[in-house]
């Protein structure tokens, strides 16, 4: 179950920052990644099959699968990228199993919009900060040092 909270917060973090549902305009008029209600709202509206105002496993697969290939791609980091081997493409199906089950509150085996909401905010905020500033990570004068 560990593996599978890893790829459902990564799928997550793709979701709520997928560029086929948008993006606001935040401080300083950065882009910022459309809301948990937003995405959640746009989801439900595309991709529930039988008008139920919520989705089941089978929809939450098809629309899992549509933001997973409308991903962003991953920074690149430098030529060491290149020598990396491809990720494997996660389980989608059953991933949409998975998060059914488990956030499911009201039993009806499919997520509403607002267990979708909680479902996108649990994932997201299991998802690890930014790295240290370099400046932060040191003590006294060599914390400034040039290498």
């Known amino acids: 179950m560990k593996h599978i909270s890893i790829l459902l917060?990564?799928?997550?973090?793709?979701?709520?920052?997928?560029?086929?549902?948008?993006?606001?305009?935040g401080p300083e008029n950065r882009p910022q990644p459309p809301s948990a209600e937003e995405v959640a709202?746009?989801?439900?509206?595309?991709?529930d099959a039988?008008?139920?105002?919520?989705?089941?496993?089978?929809?939450?697969?098809?629309?899992?699968?549509?933001?997973?290939?409308?991903r962003p791609p991953p920074p690149r980091r430098g030529k060491m990228d290149t020598d990396r081997p491809p990720r494997p493409e996660p389980d989608l199906a059953a991933m949409a199993t998975d998060l059914?089950?488990?956030?499911?509150?009201?039993g009806d085996q499919q997520l509403s919009e607002s267990e979708l909401v909680e479902t996108f905010t649990e994932l997201h905020s299991r998802r690890p900060g930014p790295p240290p500033h370099r400046e932060s990570l040191g003590q006294g004068d060599d914390a400034n040092r040039k290498y």
């Open 41 to 47: 709202a746009r989801i439900v509206v595309d991709f």
């Open 50 to 70: 039988n008008s139920t105002l919520a989705l089941d496993a089978d929809e939450l697969t098809e629309a899992l699968t549509f933001l997973h290939e409308n």
């Open 9 to 25: 917060g990564a799928l997550a973090l793709s979701t709520i920052y997928s560029p086929a549902y948008g993006q606001r305009q």
């Open 100 to 106: 059914v089950m488990a956030f499911d509150v009201d």
